[in-house]
């Protein structure tokens, strides 16, 4: 699949930023993979080769970055995208689902046509990075509130010291390409 060496090179294109958007926060910051056509074409024919045998049905990415790497695995699997968004963003009706964030709480809506009311469709959710896993967590139950089976959610980076994937792997099966 993805050895230690290709790992490597995929780690070394995304830069750390200390103290970012806060204080004692190292943002991961993919926009130096996604400048570097090499790493980004490799990233996205790695999870291309991963699922393009598991007969998914939809690839539903979080905002914004989910956005990135889901519609680009949409057009090469030639799947349909299901954008999951901030507040007050997607203009149809829509589902919500709210979490709790560090301080405070936060709620990501999806459309309620989303899966055009396919019973059990197969969803494969993505996102940049898991940390926390609480808006990861939150779009499976959005998905699930649909009808809809969450396969996989599938992230780039994980932040492996906060155990987001620990606990989302309670609501669906997990992979991250990465691990810090
Ligand atoms: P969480 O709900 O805690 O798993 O946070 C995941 C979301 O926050 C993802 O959409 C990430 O893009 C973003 N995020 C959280 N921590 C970081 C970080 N250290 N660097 C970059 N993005 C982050």
Known sequence: MINEQDKKYLLDSIRAIKDFPKEGIVFRDITTLLNNKEAFSFLMNHLEQKYKDKNIDYIAGIESRGFIFGAALSAKLNLPFVPIRKPGKLPSKCLQESY?????????????????????????????????????????????????????????????????????????????????
Do not use: W
């Open 100 to 180: 709790s964030l560090e301080y405070g709480q936060d709620t990501i809506e999806i459309h309620i046509d989303a899966f055009n009311n396919t019973q059990n469709a197969k969803v494969l959710l993505i996102d940049d990075l898991i940390a926390t896993g609480g808006t990861a967590i939150a779009a499976v139950k959005l998905i699930q509130k649909l009808k809809a089976n969450c396969f996989e959610a599938c992230f780039l980076l994980n932040l492996k010291d906060l155990q987001g994937s620990e606990e989302l792997s309670k609501f669906t099966s997990v992979y991250s390409v990465l691990e810090v």
